[in-house]
């Protein structure tokens, strides 16, 4: 054995792993900052658009087809609106990824040996996996996340390693998976 890790999973762990998938979408930082902003911003504005139309609409009391499809776009506005406000709600989805996560207060032990790791808890049980299903990995101050597909992850807190240091990790990683650990912003 080379290392192990035994944890239980907090809310905050959760938050990490979503500020990181969050990260990895958008790895162009002036990217980031500019959704940040304009996902707001431009939800605002549609949902303002929207509900002026459709409030326009309703005081002139006039009906007719091109009125109809008029409200349909209006309601398209008010729609594309919310889902860019719910979208720029980072701490939203952290706390809705939590409330969704099913795990919640189960201890789960990773160990790794030369040829593999593997993964355990009381539900699952034991499972084994090749160190070629990891494809990226990305570490951020409290984690270490091994990513075996783009929206699934292995995620080790650091503060949780009973045997081997977390330290020298990540060149392990490197050496038995061939992926680096890229740092999140």
Request: net charge neutral; aromatic share 12%; charged share 25%.
């Amino acid at each position: 054995m080379e290392y192990q890790v035994q944890m239980v999973y907090q809310q905050e762990d959760v938050a990490a792993l979503v500020k990181t998938l969050e990260f990895r979408r958008r790895p162009e930082k002036n990217l980031r900052m500019a959704r940040k902003i304009g996902y707001p911003v431009f939800g605002f504005l549609l949902l303002l658009m929207g509900i002026s139309v459709v409030g326009g609409t309703f005081t002139m009391g006039i009906f007719s087809p091109v009125t109809i499809l008029t409200l349909l776009v209006s309601l398209g506005c008010i729609l594309g609106g919310i889902a860019l406000l719910r979208r720029a709600d980072t701490r939203g989805m952290e706390k809705r990824s939590w409330e969704r996560y099913p795990n919640k207060g189960m201890t789960l032990t990773y160990t790794f040996y030369p040829d593999r790791f593997e993964e355990e808890d009381e539900v699952s049980g034991l499972n084994s996996f090749e160190y070629l299903s990891i494809k990226s990995g990305n570490e951020d101050g409290g984690h270490f996340f091994l990513f075996t597909g783009s929206n699934a992850a292995h995620m080790l807190r650091k503060d949780s390693f009973i045997h081997g240091d977390p330290a020298t990790f990540a060149t392990f990683m490197r050496k038995k998976a061939a992926v680096t650990m890229d740092s999140v912003e």
